[in-house]
């Protein structure tokens, strides 16, 4: 079965320190893995994605990710938080051969002044 | 620029009402879904057309119904809503389901019911 687990629903960051959401998945097949981020009553914007090419990954706004197979994680980072960052941030993964996109329950990101 | 369009941004309806949400696209895709998202969750999955075939998930309330009537427009029926449905209704669309394909959101809908 196809999961998606984001270890922490909310994480407090100061601005200009580095961020970490972190994200480990279960899945049968090679899958397809996204980073999606959700402002207050907007709709999701795509951060970055990993379809089975570089393992790291460079997103939008400064984000990066590293598939790593063997931890099944793919992490998102950023070296210096900005207070704009401040979202909920979905994990989602997406295995080869079907229709189906698993979110994660999201991580809510707070940036402090 | 190509988008996903969702009209209208804010709705209001009363209880056992029906209500229609809109979704168009320019991106020319293959695929559409719907999402409900409640305060605080994860979108959940309603359904999702791949070109005219329409795939419903086991768990949507027969009250929910989707029409594609071309490739760009797809809506959101909702034939009698409850005060559980209150909720933001978000489109999706794909070139090509799962796998490779990459979702493209909408700004969403949200629905209050009064």
């Known amino acids: 079965a196809q999961s998606v687990t984001q270890l922490d629903s909310h994480v407090s960051v100061s601005e200009g320190t580095p961020v970490l959401l972190r994200c480990n998945y279960s899945s049968s097949y090679s899958p397809s893995l996204f980073w999606y981020v959700q402002h207050p009553n907007k709709g999701l914007q795509l951060l970055l994605k990993y379809t089975s090419a570089a393992t790291l990954v460079k997103g939008i706004n400064g984000f990066e990710a590293e598939f790593k197979k063997s931890e099944t994680s793919f992490h998102l980072t950023k070296p210096s938080a900005h207070m704009s960052d401040a979202a909920e941030y979905f994990c989602v993964v997406s295995p080869s051969g079907t229709y189906k996109y698993i979110f994660g329950t999201g991580t809510r990101l707070k940036v402090l002044a | 620029d190509a988008m996903v369009i969702q009209n209208p941004r804010y709705q209001v309806t009363q209880f056992g009402k029906p209500v229609t949400l809109s979704c168009s696209q320019t991106?020319?895709?293959?695929?559409m879904y719907w999402y409900q998202q409640k305060s605080s969750q994860a979108p959940k999955l309603l359904f999702h057309y791949y070109d005219k075939d329409f795939n419903n998930e086991a768990d949507t309330p027969d009250n929910f119904q989707s029409r594609r009537p071309n490739t760009s427009f797809c809506f959101l029926d909702i034939r009698s809503p409850g005060l559980g449905d209150a909720a933001m209704y978000l489109c999706?669309?794909?070139?090509?389901?799962?796998?490779?394909?990459?979702?493209?959101f909408g700004p969403g809908t949200r629905l209050t019911v009064l």
């Open positions: 991106l020319n895709h293959n695929v």
């Open positions: 999706a669309t794909s070139r090509d389901p799962g796998g490779l394909g990459t979702q493209y």
